[in-house]
C-alpha cells in the first residue's frame, strides 16, 4: 500500500471514528495543525475544527459509515478519491470526491471535498 493509500484510508478511519479521544488522536496523526477542510456545506480549520466539523457530521447521519470508492490517484504532493456515505448494510446517501494535499511529514495539509451525489432527505 503506497503513503497515499495509507493517508487516504486514515482519513475515512477519522470520518468513522465515533469516539471522541480516539477521533481526536486519529487527527492529530492524520492531519497538521494548521490544516483545513472545505466542502459545499462545512468547512473546519486546525484540529479542534476539523474535529467539531466530524463530530457534527456524525450527529447529523448516526449509524452512517464512509467507505473508499476505487482506489486514490495522486501525484506530487496530491491525492484524489471518491466516497460514498451508508448506513450499515444499507444504499449510500451520498457519494463525494476529495482532492487533498499533503504535507511533508505526511498528514493533510488540506483537503477539498465535493459532492457528487446527494440523495434527497424526506
Known sequence: MSSFE???NRY???WNERDAGRRRDLIARTW???ATYVDPIMRGEGHAGIDA???AAQQQ???H???LRGAPDSHNDRVRFSWSLAPDGG???AHGSDVAVVAQD???KSVTGFLDQVQARP
Open 91 to 93: 444504499p449510500a446517501v
Open 106 to 108: 505526511g498528514r493533510l
Open 12 to 14: 475515512i478511519d477519522v
Open 53 to 55: 466539523m466530524i463530530a
Open 61 to 63: 447521519f448516526p449509524g
Open 6 to 8: 495509507t493517508i487516504v
Open 32 to 34: 497538521t495543525e494548521d
Open 65 to 67: 459509515l464512509f467507505t
